[in-house]
């Protein structure tokens, strides 16, 4: 089955396309995919992973067509922008 891992950085979007077997978990697809030889220092947090936008957990089975996608920190609490951004 065909998934992609995708993680998204602060300067650009790294998109992995990996050939995996059925019944593969999230956290098996994000090793498989080389994402993280690639982003050194990266670590997966479990509450931050998603397919397709839905949050789901690391041993969450793929299906085929599945996107799983690797989200990083907020760098600024939402409140806070608001705040900024109203001069305050």
């Known amino acids: ?9 602060p300067d650009r979007q790294q998109v992995y396309r990996v050939e995996l ?26 509450d ?4 397709f936008a839905r949050r789901v957990r690391p041993d969450d089975t793929l299906h085929d067509g599945d996107r799983v996608e690797i989200y990083r920190p907020l760098l600024l609490d939402p409140k806070d922008a608001r705040r900024r951004r109203a001069g305050g």
């Open 21 to 46: 077997g059925q019944g593969v978990s999230v956290m098996q697809a994000i090793e498989a995919s080389g994402v993280l030889l690639d982003a050194p220092g990266l670590v997966i947090d479990p």
């Open 1 to 9: 089955m065909a998934v992609e891992v995708v993680l998204a950085l």
């Open 48 to 51: 931050r992973l998603g397919i």
